[in-house]
């Protein structure tokens, strides 16, 4: 009678098991890298909502130097928090997120910040931020 040979040899577990642990070491930066870079889009989102309220302010008085948090419809800097966002702030016009609470260490305590310019009746936006440019959503770059 003839002996069939059934599973794998050691040598064939262990090419597997290795390549399996590079694949998951390239895999794993790559990951927290998206996960930082779609919880700092939080605060890019939260500051953008504030824009509206920016721009009516400056329609209204003509500068931006009456746009401050807790003032002229602004809401205080501690209202607009998100899970990954831990305040923004606007003073003169100018938008202040800060990422915190549950967001990633690679984005903890950094900030993204929108620049208000006025251009002939209409208002241009500046983004900038003091995380590295990975982190930072495709729009704010």
Sequence with gaps: MKKVQQGFTLIELMIVVAIIGILAAI???AYQDYTARSQFSEAVNLAGGLKTVVADIYADKGAFTDADSGSFG?????????KYTTSVT???GVVVALAGGDASALIAGKTITLTP??????IEWACTSNAADKYV???CR
């Design 90 to 92: 606007v003073t003169d």
């Design 117 to 122: 310019t006025a251009n002939n009746g209409s």
């Design 27 to 29: 895999a794993l930066p």
């Design 137 to 139: 959503p495709a729009a």
């Design 74 to 82: 602004v809401p205080a800097a501690a209202d607009v928090k998100g």
